[in-house]
């Protein structure tokens, strides 16, 4: 499988914007880019968390195939939703659904409008266990604390480890003109700004942004009619843990993360090793410490030390959200999914700028909530 | 393709049960029905319209997939939405999984849980286009009565018409134990019942009702190891259509519905003519109308004369909804449309109990909001 084309909007306040100019614009900006007419499109997956409640409409995939005029060749919009992990499962079905021989070119978009109401962070609690675990107090920033307190007392990881993180992030999005913020930040600002939920604080969270992100997929045989230098998508695999926490045996094991991980580099025929860049998603710090662990870039109990010792900075052997992560590039929920993909996509086709890296072979890893579903994706060059 | 299990909730005001009561009672009544172990099943796809109005939850792919234990396994675990065909898209995806030779046994699913909030109209008309229309002060309900309006003008067609669709579907629904009204209803009544826009009133309208209902599928292989008499699902197909009514060049014709259904019938290697039972969508009396029209039972302008000549009546050529259908059956939003598939399997295995047609072959139509999403399925014994 193929990408043929890469569009994203900027990430951030887009006050000026709503939910259907920021995905049209994503759009259009994939459609130049894969030198493509709209109705070549044979159906459209959209990843999107909550829009019923961030705009009150449902039913987006219609809205979308609608406003793009895609309605009037009456192709299948479909909206999937796994929390933060929207985007990621809209690639897997957009993936399947060129698998399968079934369509040759499809669109995988992700989009999310948040700043049109106050209570964004209650909705983003939503892809949590509402009834046992948001009912009693719990939030989505109480769930990663109590793992990161875990990950402190039993491994001797700190807050300046996981402020470490949110600096690199910060560093890596001032070179990338679509992210949020654009600025350095230091350790000091980060363990100065006030907790969210003990041990986390403002800055190792992920703001809640608008944006959208979209990729166009084609089997390769199509691909090669629009482009000779296709990034190709060799796996997409999801998988679930259980949602609430209190269920899972060990909290800093992500089970939906191992598999999906493991199962992808299987499809894909390489080793972690192979992997030359990584967009992992860092909901909160600790979220990225967890996955260098759990993908596999660091040994149980050492996620920390990744980070020390700069491995997972952009000249580090592993270097780990180039873009700017959710942390800085922003986090529009249900593209972030996508998002990462398409930063993955323009490391490979050497379209970075100063944020380039050299690799051959990147992944893209998703998860929804606390890791109830985990995305892992593999694309080479 | 093959469906070796099948299962639904009772439809109604569930007070007694949850969202997640609900949807594994009936995942469990469809697990029974295969012979089969949880372990067994691949992947999950949830049709479900809007958790995060009605239960304040998103996320509810990994909800379930953790209180049906199938977390403890990692199976993928996928919401789909597209407003009330959120089912049929489930559907489509789950088809879609096990035809790409990626999984052989997958469930699709629909559930929703309304009775938990006081403003579930206002939830469903998020289903049709929030700014261009509900903005201005449409609703639902008035969008069908715009159509019922210029139908009549046209046509001829009438009040006692619409009414006798109804007063058919209450009638077949007596038979049916999971239904939501198993009542008779006259005419008269219909047309004493307070109107909700007019030309549609309360008796006109679908109800909206809790419920859940499960499908198993396997690929024909592996259908043959759980049953000697599978259900054949020989095609879904779903397209889209214009979401907002004012976009659509003759609002009497439903584009995605006859795209849908002209495909579905050459994949599935059929006519109409060989269709022996239909589940069509009945949010309102003139949406089953038009679909007689649009699938092709009626020419254009003639759908009243197949109710009043008595085509779509339990003993006609051309049965429509002898489950009692959206209106007396019950519309549990995100389940309709395996709600529907559900209905033709019972019907197709002989399992119908005194609703029963004697068919080969079943055709299942749902749509989201005013048509701008369609799903047709094919089904055969």
């Given at each position: 499988m193929a990408v043929i084309g890469a569009g994203m909007s900027r990430f951030g306040e887009l006050w000026?914007?709503?939910?259907?100019?920021?995905?049209?614009?994503?759009?259009?900006?994939?459609?130049?880019?894969?030198n493509l007419e709209g109705r070549e499109i044979e159906a459209m997956y959209v990843g999107n968390m909550s829009?019923?409640?961030?705009?009150a409409q449902e039913h987006v995939s219609a809205l979308i195939a609608d406003y793009s005029g895609l309605a009037s060749i009456n192709i299948p919009a479909i909206r999937v939703e796994a929390g933060d992990a929207s985007g990621g499962v809209a690639l897997k079905e957009a993936y399947i659904a060129v698998a399968s021989g079934i369509h040759d070119i499809v669109i995988a978009a992700g989009v999310e409008k948040v700043t049109d109401v106050g209570s964004s962070s209650e909705i983003m609690d939503s892809s949590i266990d509402k009834e046992w675990e948001a009912f009693n107090g719990a939030t989505l920033a109480g769930l990663?604390?109590?793992?990161?307190?875990?990950?402190?007392?039993?491994?001797?990881?700190?807050?300046?480890?996981?402020?470490?993180?949110?600096?690199?992030?910060?560093?890596?999005?001032?070179?990338?003109?679509?992210?949020?913020?654009?600025?350095?930040?230091?350790?000091?600002?980060?363990?100065?700004?006030?907790?969210?939920?003990?041990?986390?604080?403002?800055?190792?969270?992920?703001?809640?942004?608008?944006?959208?992100?979209?990729?166009?997929l084609a089997s390769e045989d199509v691909a090669r009619k629009y482009t000779?230098?296709?990034?190709?998508?060799?796996?997409?695999?999801?998988?679930?843990?259980?949602?609430?926490?209190?269920?899972?045996?060990?909290?800093?094991?992500?089970?939906?993360?191992?598999?999906?991980?493991?199962?992808?580099?299987?499809?894909?025929?390489c080793s972690l090793d192979d992997v030359g860049v990584f967009e992992l998603h860092d909901s909160f710090t600790i979220a990225e410490m967890l996955l260098y662990e759990n993908v596999g870039i660091a040994e149980r109990g050492k996620g920390h030390e990744a980070i020390r010792e700069g491995?997972?900075?952009?000249?580090?052997?592993?270097?780990?959200?180039?873009?700017?992560?959710?942390?800085?590039?922003?986090h529009a929920v249900g593209a972030t999914g996508i998002r990462q993909a398409v930063e993955i996509v323009y490391q490979l086709r050497g379209d970075a700028g100063k944020r380039q890296v050299d690799a051959e072979t990147g992944m893209a890893v998703n998860i929804g909530g606390t890791g109830a579903t985990a995305v892992t994706s593999v694309f080479r060059r």
């Open positions: 000026n914007m709503s939910f259907r100019d920021i995905v049209i614009s994503a759009g259009l900006e994939a459609l130049e880019d894969a829009a019923g409640r961030f705009i990663f604390a109590m793992m990161a307190r875990l990950h402190m007392h039993e491994y001797g990881s700190s807050e300046e480890d996981l402020a470490r993180i949110s600096v690199k992030n910060h560093k890596n999005a001032v070179n990338n003109p679509k992210a949020q913020f654009r600025r350095e930040i230091t350790v000091e600002s980060v363990l100065n700004s006030p907790y969210v939920a003990e041990p986390l604080k403002v800055l190792d969270s992920a703001p809640i942004s608008d944006g959208a992100a979209v990729l166009i000779d230098t296709p990034v190709f998508l060799d796996a997409v695999v999801q998988s679930s843990d259980y949602l609430a926490l209190q269920n899972r045996r060990d909290i800093l094991e992500m089970r939906a993360v191992k598999t999906a991980t493991r199962k992808a580099l299987k499809l894909a025929g491995v997972v900075e952009l000249g580090g052997s592993n270097p780990v959200n180039p873009s700017g992560g959710l942390k800085a590039c922003g």
